[in-house]
Every structure is written in C-alpha cells, then in structure tokens.
C-alpha cells in the first residue's frame, strides 16, 4: 500500500508540473511578449484565472487585443447598417427556398418571427443566431477573456491597442459576397444544435492549455471552408506578425489576447514567431 501510495503522490506530482495555460511567452533579452488564446463568449464562473495568467497580466504595461473591444459597443450602429439590406431586398429574395424555410423554422423554434430579421443580411443573422445561442446557456461576450482583461486594463490604468480597427473587422463581414453570406448562414444552421457542446469542449481544453483539442475542435472545422478560414484567419495572422514584433522592441513587458484559433496549427502566431527564430514556451 505504502508503494502504491508514493506512486500517487508521484502521479500527481508528475501531473501538476505539466499543467499549463492557453499562455505562451517569447522573450528577447530582457522584454517578454506573452500570447493569451481567448475565447470570446465565456461564463461568468471562468474567473479567477491561472496563475500564470495572472502574473503575465501583472508584469505587462501594454495589453494589445484585435481591436477596441470596449469600442465594439459604439460600433454597434455601423455593423447593424452594414448588416442590413437596402434598396427593398429582403431575405427572402436572397435566400434558397429551402434555407429560408429552414431558418424561419429555427426562428419559430426560439418563439421569433422571420418577418422580423427580413432585412438582415445572412451573415448578419448568422452571427445573431449563434450569440443567442450561446446566451442561452450563460455564454457572454462581456465575459469573454479578451473584454475581462480590456476592461480590467482600463481600470488598472495600462496601455491598450489594437492589431485592426474597429471598420476592417467590420468590413471582413460586410466584403462577403452574397453567396458567401449565404454559405455562412447555412453552415450556422447546421452547426447550430452541437454549438454549446463545442463551446463546452473548448472552454475545458482552453483551461487544461490544450492546444491539440483547441485545434482540432477549431482549425479542422474549416477543412471544407478555406476561403473563409484565410480571410478571417491566415490573412489577418501574417498582418499581425510585425506589429507583434514591435512589441519586443517597447519599453515594457506586453500581453497579446487574440481568439484562441489564431495561436493554433502550422499558421497561427505560435508557429509564425518559431518559423521567424523567436524562443517560445508555454506557460
């Protein structure tokens, strides 16, 4: 017993030493740049965080997120108008019979009218489809970690940028095509009921620093959509890398928050700053 005691005790020893954070740090000299993953919708509960997440919030005098996050707020109105039809178009005009019945189903479903959304662009409705479903279950883009550590950075009196403005965010929404928008919608549609499920798996990988299961649950999910994964993804990753670059040459330690899929797979930063010579370790 006393054997297959200390071997428990070594087990969990063993276990504890590798724990780690959806956190990397790249040091030159004496600067650190720390990468954090986020995830966008998180529940309140996710709170506090690591340690290690912590202690790199606390030695960073600049926190660089993808964009104003507490600006996202005021930009409501523009996504709204760049989400809407003009000109008298409606969804039904736009849309596949069998798509617009699949969706004023889902709408009905959540006790909602299609009469309502009859001037939302697909991609907009796509995105309004997914946020109530996340609502749902307690998910909230106010709980998200890149709007905990924005809002917090505000508090605590440091520095904040963004990598994008708020308008080229938009406008990765807005260039879609029609038919893109469409194809948008109808792969929402379909993914919609094992979205909770995902975000659930996600969250549990995010907090054990499971990159693998991040990027599996993630990056593969694009296998069949890879304009969209290079619009929104590998484009917007090779146009961060200089300005994260930059960073090492700033008067202070820095902590970069992007979405998680952007640290992950042969293309995310992670892999960009190794391929470049950086020395990076997870936390």
Known sequence: ??????????????????????????????????????????????????????????????????????????????????????????????????LYADVSGRLKALGMSIDLFNTTRPWMLALTLTSMELMTEGYLGTEGIDAHFSSRARRDGKVRQGLESIEYQVSLFADLSMEEGEDFLRYTLEDLDSVIPLVDDLVQAWKRGDSGRIEELLVEGFDEHEAIFGRFVIERNHRWMEAIEQLFLGDTDAMVVVGALHLVGELGLIELLRAKGYEIEQL
Request: cysteine-free; glycine content about 10%; hydrophobic content about 45%.
């Open 1 to 98: 017993m006393a054997a297959n005691l200390a071997g428990l005790v070594v087990d969990v020893a063993a276990e504890e030493e590798t724990e780690r954070s959806f956190l990397w740090r790249a040091v030159v000299e004496d600067r650190s740049v720390y990468l954090l993953g986020s995830i966008h919708f998180m529940k309140s509960d996710a709170y506090p965080l690591s340690p290690a997440i912590e202690g790199a919030y606390e030695t960073s005098g600049l926190l660089v997120f993808e964009t104003d996050i507490e600006g996202l707020a005021g930009a409501a109105t523009s996504l709204m108008t760049a989400g809407s039809f003009d000109g008298g178009t409606t969804l039904e005009d736009v849309l596949s019979e069998e």
